[in-house]
Structure formats: structure tokens, C-alpha cells
């Protein structure tokens, strides 16, 4: 037929990496605990399914709301007529609000200085077309959430150009990483436009630390770039340390006054993840730049807020016990969750990162590997799917350049699922050290033993010693 | 109007595109919202404000939707017996968008056609609007620099819709009223050739039909002429259908579905057309959007990328069960369809006894509205100075035909179905004043 774009025929919406693969082998055989009890379990996907029954609750004791009626009359037609790309203003004006509650109250936010887009997806692409040319680049710290390889490029023409980061320092980013990234990006002849982060980070499930945020800072303020802060999960900090938003690190270091370093950065935010509304569409932008600002709110008409879910939302977060509660109660499930799956791998024989956020954790499967390879990575992550039945993202996927990393969700599915999981990890991990044959079992715990010894953050080698399982 | 201006990116380095005016937010159709909004009209408490009419938005049958709403509370939440299906409906962001959505979409753009013509579910693709949908697929079709054609006068929207954000031009399909606006071959060739001139590769044509501004169906012959035209040049054709529920009698509308279906569907990989429920139902704050294809590569590639543009779930879930209630369809179209054929004839009829001719519309919110008789000079200067006179001293925003790239001075768009029938009768007692004031001072002019 007739040519279609460029765009259109290329590839780079991704739809053809790992990561979507997985998805299609748990679709043709999905796990089910009545109707399919040997199917796939998705452990891919990074939803929050732990607290919907306190939004039903709250649902439930305010049906005004669900029949769009206000003070017991009907703003269907208002409604029906709203699409004013500023925004349904006492929508932006709780979510500022809850931002800066999800922040501690240490930063506070202008509704004026925020824009609301159908999800963060099509955030972090509208801030790629107000900040960057097609060809131009930005540089972001691997591993990192594979849909940015379709949200940044695709239809924007921007590059990515990775970070590296390694299990050395715990995937810290440094400045020479840094610095390292922006000559790569020179030799290419891609002018770096700026650096996006995603804090907490996924996959790895942790905040950047006070270090890692200054050198972000000193490196924008040097390059003259952007910084784009994606904390699409800041409600999702359950354990300590806390977070500190960007705002935060820019405060403290008072540079405001030094140079126009404010007007380039830029967050992204979306209510997907905190409060598990993935199909609302709600994402965000705040940016100090009246420019961007202006061009990004422009540009929402072509993915604005259904006004009947900003009319609901608005609503329940102006409910301030109910989303006071709603944090915490939903931290602190989260964080049973992770420790749940953690204690379960450890007594497997398999380390994590060290997290503190997110819905996933950060798993090290480097020791499992036949060889030091991706291609190893790949048999390894086939057979996880096909013999243990489990979907999970190969690190390959999120581009981390060392291989045996994989990233495990935890909140997607209900407890007794987890249980599941973990019981076929289990497994899997003992006739992994058994079907290698003629080394015995002490051998093998001591060859694991040692490849962990070189990552001390993962857990002290007495406790796999010891042989005890962790709670379970 | 909306011209490319080529900007210096700012000192903190934004994109050509950030700094760009082709989002064309500075032309006569926004300036004149602004002094609506400066001084709205309202019966009681600002009877001498602007009237808005410069709105393309449809509020007649809103009783009908509330009333929906009313006996059908179950459609805005997610009932209340076991596990709610609440959870499933907030969690889902597939692409495909809500399956019983789709089906209700396709078979309510069915009964919109007369049942002539039969939408396959599998075919839907659910963007958030229509304003969404035409530059996605702008997207699909051409390359930054490539052109689509698009006959004036046209939506001012698509300015910003088709080229800001993709690159590509618009290059117009000149039509004049010496045969009612109507697309010809003729047009259609030379707009082809002007591109070719510059060097520039069309990859497609995009017509509204229903026809904004003109508020006038394509005749059938026209559409096939078309059809001929693209495929001659193997290129597309997008049809804009968003008005299609709002013609005033079922029978005067034919889609280029239609069209295709007489021809067993044999051209029809390169048709795509465009539908929202913007104007038919008056949601344009629901964000409805849909494309719908008879090419597989554009359907598949459009699902990808309207993840960049989903529908919220909670939205899809409400209108899954209002557009799958047959009785309320059917009623609503119905009535909708006869509601605003009577608010047509009254604008019409009040018009013409003001001594204004307006095109023959038969469908959409709007009348093309015939003024150059008052202009000194058939000129685009004069067209905006009348604008201006009528937006400040008649106190009513319409639309002057330049802003919709209209070859011919001194015609405008009014809007009739965004506001109430008391509302519309003040309007056109305004402007019947204001031609009696026109009449007078010629009369005066010819009598110095």
C-alpha cells in the first residue's frame, strides 16, 4: 500500500522488546488461583492493587460525587462543557497540594505552575517536544523504565543517551558517570539538551540520595540543561530515607539566586502509581518556566484530563483525612509487601537491591547466570517464564548495563499470589543447585557466597549461611 | 493567519516548536473569545455583555443525557454487589480501549449513518478527542514537511492540530461561493500542484464532512470525486465526521463509509475517518476522540501511539453503557437531530428578515453567515474591521471567514446551539438593529 511515515514504520515504540513479550506469554496462559493455578504470574507489571478497597470506601460514603452532582445539585452540564486545557482549578489546586504533602510540606507548589496531561506518558513526551529538537538528546541514568524508549523518541525524533550506572555503588549516579554520558553524547554529535531521573527510581525502587542529587544539580548548572524529575512514585516512599524531591536538593543548595537553573527544572507527576488510578489518566507537569508552561498547557488539548475524573479527584483529595490516611495505610502495606518478597528470595538464595520505594524490588540473579552475558540473561529469563512460570523484566530491558538484574513486582497481585510466586522461586532456585549436577550443594553456596561478597549491599552473607528462612 | 514565525530558542534553550506561534493561538477566533470573556453576556446580571457565538458547542439536549444519568446511576459507578468492578475499571489502560466501549462507539456511528453503513469494533481506536485523533494521525501519515490538503475555509483548530507539533503543512483546496463552497476536481489539482511547485509531497487529503464552517453535507458525487482524486495520487483521505449526528435530516448525510461500501470497500486502505462525541452528544469535556481505519497498519500503529492519548476508563465505562442503550440512542439522535433543525431555522429565518443571506446548511452548530455585502472593499481588511465593529458595538463574537483561511472576504461563522433560545432571539434582534444602522447610513452616503 501507500507509504505511511517514518514514524510509523519505524520501531521506535519498542513494542518489540522483552518487555513486551513477557507481557504476551502471560496473556496466552495467565495464572489463576481457581482456573489456572499452574499459569503465568505477572510479575511485570508495576501496578498498585493494595489500597483500592480504601478508595472504594471513600467511593462508597460519597456517591454525590459519582453522580456528578455538587452540594446535591447536578455540574453535569459544567462538566460535560469543561475543556479548558488550564485545568479544572480546584483539581490543581488539591494536587498541589497533595504534592507537597507527599513532600513533607518542606517544598510548596503554585497551581499556576502545573499542567495536567492524560497520564505521565504523554508528560514526559510533551516536555521532550518543549525542550528538545528531533536529534537533540537527553541523558538518562540506566537502568531505566523501558517505556521511555517509545515515551521520549518515537514521536518526538529526541535521542537517549544512558548514564551508566553499576551494582558497584548501588547504581548511584556519579558525576563523572555524568560527565562521561555527555562526552559519549559530544563523539555522537547529539547536543544534550538535559538529564531525566526518575526519583524513586524505577526499577530500582530507591530515592537518589542528598550526593547523587547535588552532582545532578552541579552538572545541569555547568552544562546549561535541563533537569526533568520524574516522581511518578514519591508516594511510594515506605521506608527510610526519605525523600527528597528535586526542589528539595535545588533549596538547599541555594543556587536560585546564581543562576536561571529554576526555569529548567521540570516534574513529572501522575497519580497512576500512588493512587493506583492507572485508567483515570491523570499526569502532570510543574515547571517554574512561564515558557514551558505555557507551550506544555497548549499542548495538553491533544491528551486533556477527562473532566469527569477531575471532577471525582478533585473531590477525594480534597478529603484530607481520607488521603492523610490513604498515605500512610498505603505505605505501609507496600512495605510489608516488599519485605514479604525480599524474605522470600533471601530464603532462596537470591539477593536484592536495597529499596525503599516503588512497587517492585531490584532482584540479582547474576549468580544463576550460565555466563556473564545478556544472552544468558535471556535463556534465564525464558526459563523463569516457561519452567517457574513467573513474568518478570529482564535488565536488559531497562538497558542496565550489567547482566542478571531483574525487576519484581510486588503490588500487582494479592498476597496469596506472592505466596505462590515465592514458593516457585523457591523451587526454582534448589533444582538450580541441584541440576548443575556433580557440585555439590556447599560448593555452590560457596561460589554464591563469594559473587555476593563483591555486592555488600545485599544481604550479610551469615544470614544465607545460616541457612534459617526468613519470615516468610 | 497563523503564521510560522521563526523564533530564536530562549536563553534556557526550548524547543522551536515550544517557541513556535503555530499552536495560531493569536488569531481573530481566540481574540474574540477573550473579549467574551472580558464581558460575558447574561440575561439577568449582564444583559448588554457579548453574546458568545463564536462556539461550536452543542447544548440543546442535555435534558436527555441528565435524564440518562438519572435513571442509570449504575453507568457513573461501579456497583455495589461483591467485588466492585471498580478496581478493574481503574486499573485499565489497554490501548485497545474498553471492548464493550468500542462495540457501543461502533455501533452508535452506525445508527448516526441510517444503519448504511456497518463499523467493525476492531477497527476503533479511542484517543482523547478529536483534536487528539486528526494529529495522530497526521502523525501516521506523512513526514515532517510532507502536506495534507485541506479545502477552505476550514476549522481554525486544524492550524494547530495538523502542523504545530508533527512539521507538516497545510496547503488549501481553494472553494468559493460561486458553487456553495463545494470541493472540484479543478481545486483539488491545483492545490496538488501548488505543493509540487514547492517541492513539497502531499500525502493526503483531509475533508470535513459535515463541513465546518459551512454547516453543509458533501454531495455524493463530490466524495467519489474525491475518492477518484486520492487514489489517482495514492495518497489518503481523512474524513472528519464529528458533526455526523448533528445533520438535521438523517437522509442528507453520506459518509464516505458509505461511499466505500458501494465500491465493496476496494479502495479502501487509504480512508480513514475521524468521529468524537465533542458536538453530537455536547461532551467535549469527556474527551471522546476516535480514528477509524480500513488500513490494519494504521489502525495497529494509531492503538500504539494513543497511548500518549488514552481515554480516562471511568469515561469509557459511563458512555460503554449510555451508547449501548438502544432506546436512548435512538431517542437521543432523533431528537437531537430535530432540536437543532429548528434552532437552524430560527437563526435563519431571523437572518433573512435582518436582510443577511446565509450558504444552504444542513447540518452542524454553526450558518455560514453572508456579509460582504457590507464590505467597502472585497478585502480581508475590511472583513476584520466589520468583525470588530460587531464583536465591540453589536457586542456578539462570531467568527470572520479569514481566520478559517476563506478565499473570499466577508463571510462568518455564527454558532446557534451554544446557548439558550431567549439568548439567540437577543442576538438576532441585535443584529437586526445593526442592519437597520448599515441601511441608514448608506442611505445617508448616497443622499450627501
Request: glycine content about 6%; hydrophobic content about 40%.
Amino acid at each position: 500500500m501507500k507509504m505511511l511515515s517514518r514514524k510509523a514504520s519505524c520501531d521506535s515504540h519498542g513494542q518489540d522488546s522483552s518487555y513486551f513479550l513477557g507481557w504476551q506469554e502471560y496473556e496466552k496462559n495467565p495464572y489463576h488461583e481457581v482456573q489456572n493455578p499452574n499459569g503465568i504470574i505477572q510479575m511485570g507489571l508495576a501496578e498498585n492493587q493494595l489500597s483500592f478497597d480504601l478508595l472504594e470506601s471513600w467511593l462508597a460514603s460519597n456517591s454525590d460525587v459519582l453522580g456528578l452532582k455538587r452540594n446535591g445539585r447536578s455540574v453535569f452540564r459544567e462538566l460535560a462543557l469543561f475543556q479548558d486545557y488550564h485545568g479544572f482549578p480546584a483539581f490543581k489546586n488539591e494536587l498541589v497540594e497533595f504534592m507537597a504533602k507527599l513532600r513533607g510540606y518542606k517544598v510548596a507548589f503554585d497551581p499556576n505552575k502545573l499542567v495536567l496531561m492524560a497520564g505521565s506518558t504523554s508528560a514526559n513526551e510533551i516536555l521532550m517536544f518543549c525542550l528538545a529538537e528531533p536529534g537533540e538528546a537527553f541523558l538518562l541514568p540506566t537502568p531505566y523504565y523501558p517505556g521511555f524508549d517509545r515515551d521520549l523518541k518515537w514521536r518526538t525524533g529526541v535521542e537517549i543517551v544512558p548514564i551508566h550506572c553499576s551494582s558497584s555503588n548501588d547504581f548511584r549516579i556519579t558525576a563523572s558517570a555524568l560527565e562521561e554520558a555527555y562526552q559519549r553524547a559530544q563523539k555522537l554529535n547529539l547536543i544534550v539538551k538535559g538529564v531525566l531521573v526518575t526519583n524513586p527510581s524505577n526499577p530500582l525502587g530507591s530515592t537518589m540520595n542528598r550526593d547523587e542529587l547535588n552532582h545532578l544539580i552541579d552538572f545541569a548548572i555547568k552544562k546549561e540543561v535541563h533537569i526533568i524529575s520524574d516522581e511518578i512514585y514519591s508516594g511510594t516512599v515506605f521506608d527510610s530515607p526519605s525523600f527528597i524531591s528535586i526542589t528539595e536538593a535545588v533549596m538547599e543548595k541555594h543556587v536560585d539566586h546564581e543562576t536561571d537553573l529554576l526555569d529548567r527544572i521540570h516534574i513529572v507527576y501522575s497519580l497512576s502509581k500512588d493512587l493506583g488510578l492507572p485508567g483515570f489518566r491523570v499526569g502532570m507537569i510543574y515547571s517554574n518556566n512561564e515558557t514551558v508552561v505555557a507551550a506544555a498547557t497548549k499542548m495538553s488539548s491533544f491528551g486533556l484530563v477527562s473532566s469527569q475524573t477531575q471532577f471525582l479527584l478533585s473531590n477525594m483529595l480534597s478529603d484530607k483525612k481520607f488521603t492523610s490516611k490513604y498515605i500512610k495505610e498505603n505505605q505501609r502495606r507496600l512495605k510489608k509487601r516488599k519485605d514479604m518478597l525480599v524474605s522470600g528470595l533471601r530464603s532462596a538464595g537470591i539477593g536484592c537491591a536495597k529499596s525503599n520505594a516503588g512497587l517492585f524490588c531490584w532482584v540479582d540473579m547474576r549468580y544463576l547466570l550460565r555466563s556473564d552475558t545478556f544472552e544468558a540473561e535471556k535463556e534465564l529469563w525464558k526459563r523463569i517464564i516457561f519452567e517457574v512460570g513467573l513474568n518478570i523484566s529482564p535488565g536488559s530491558s531497562c538497558h542496565c548495563s550489567e547482566p542478571g538484574w531483574f525487576r519484581v513486582c510486588f503490588a500487582n497481585m494479592s498476597q496469596e499470589t506472592l505466596k505462590v510466586a515465592i514458593r516457585r522461586i523457591e523451587a526454582f532456585a534448589e533444582s538450580s543447585s541441584t541440576a548443575s549436577g556433580k557440585e555439590n550443594l556447599s560448593h555452590q553456596r560457596s561460589v554464591r557466597s563469594s559473587r555476593r561478597s563483591l555486592s555488600k549491599w545485599v544481604f550479610p552473607i551469615s544470614s544465607y549461611d545460616d541457612h534459617e528462612p526468613a519470615d516468610r | 493567519m497563523a503564521i510560522e514565525i521563526e523564533q530564536q530558542p530562549s536563553a534556557v534553550g526550548l524547543s522551536k516548536v515550544a517557541v513556535s506561534e503555530t499552536h495560531g493561538e493569536d488569531s481573530p477566533y481566540f481574540a474574540g473569545w477573550k473579549a467574551y470573556d472580558e464581558d460575558p453576556y447574561d440575561e439577568h446580571s449582564n444583559p448588554s455583555g457579548v453574546v458568545q457565538m463564536g462556539l461550536a458547542e452543542n447544548q440543546v439536549s442535555f435534558d436527555l443525557l441528565e435524564d440518562y444519568l438519572e435513571k442509570n446511576s449504575e453507568a457513573s459507578s461501579w456497583g455495589s454487589k461483591g467485588v466492585s468492578s471498580f478496581r478493574e475499571n481503574a486499573l485499565f489502560q489497554d490501548y485497545h480501549g474498553l471492548q464493550p466501549f468500542r462495540k457501543a462507539m461502533a455501533s452508535f456511528m452506525g445508527k448516526i449513518r441510517g444503519g448504511r453503513a456497518k463499523f467493525d469494533p476492531e477497527r476503533v481506536v479511542l484517543t482523547a478527542g478529536a483534536t487528539a485523533a486528526n494529529e495522530l494521525l497526521t502523525f501516521i501519515l506523512a513526514d515532517p514537511g510532507d502536506a495534507l490538503l485541506v479545502p477552505t475555509p476550514y476549522y481554525p483548530g486544524f492550524d494547530r492540530d495538523l502542523r504545530w507539533r508533527t512539521g507538516v503543512k497545510i496547503v488549501p483546496i481553494h472553494c468559493d461561493s460561486s458553487n456553495d463552497f463545494q470541493i472540484t476536481p479543478k481545486a483539488l489539482q491545483a492545490a496538488y500542484n501548488a505543493a509540487e511547485a514547492k517541492n513539497i509531497k502531499v500525502r493526503g487529503v483531509l475533508i470535513t464532512n459535515p463541513s465546518n464552517p459551512l454547516g453543509a453535507t458533501i454531495q455524493r458525487a463530490v466524495l467519489e470525486e474525491i475518492l477518484d482524486f486520492v487514489t489517482r495520487k495514492n495518497i489518503h483521505l481523512v474524513s472528519d465526521e464529528i458533526y455526523s449526528g448533528s445533520v438535521f435530516s438523517s437522509s442528507e448525510f453520506i459518509s464516505i463509509a458509505e461511499v466505500l461500501a458501494a465500491q465493496n470497500y476496494k479502495r479502501a486502505e487509504r480512508v480513514h475517518i475521524v468521529y468524537s462525541l465533542s458536538k453530537d452528544l455536547g461532551l467535549p469535556g469527556f474527551r471522546v476522540g476516535t480514528i477509524y481505519s480500513y488500513n490494519d497498519k494504521v489502525v495497529t500503529t494509531a492503538r500504539r501511539m494513543s497511548s500518549f492519548t488514552l481515554i480516562s476508563s471511568q469515561t469509557q465505562h459511563l458512555l460503554a453503557a449510555m451508547l449501548s442503550d438502544k432506546k436512548f440512542t435512538e431517542n437521543y439522535i432523533k431528537t437531537n437531530r430535530e432540536r437543532l433543525r429548528k434552532r437552524y431555522e430560527m437563526i435563519i429565518e431571523g437572518l433573512r428578515s435582518a436582510g443577511i443571506e446565509c450558504l444552504k446548511g444542513n447540518a452542524g452548530l454553526f450558518c455560514w453567515m453572508n456579509l460582504s455585502p457590507l464590505l467597502e472593499k472585497a478585502t480581508r481588511g475590511c472583513e476584520l474591521a466589520l468583525w470588530d465593529s460587531i464583536l465591540h458595538e453589536v457586542k456578539l463574537n462570531i467568527s470572520p471567514g479569514s481566520s478559517c483561511h476563506c478565499s473570499e472576504p466577508g463571510w462568518f461563522r455564527v454558532c446557534f446551539a451554544n446557548m439558550s433560545e431567549q439568548t439567540l432571539e437577543v442576538a438576532l434582534k441585535r443584529i437586526h438593529n445593526f442592519m437597520e444602522q448599515q441601511r441608514e447610513l448608506k442611505e445617508m452616503k448616497i443622499n450627501i
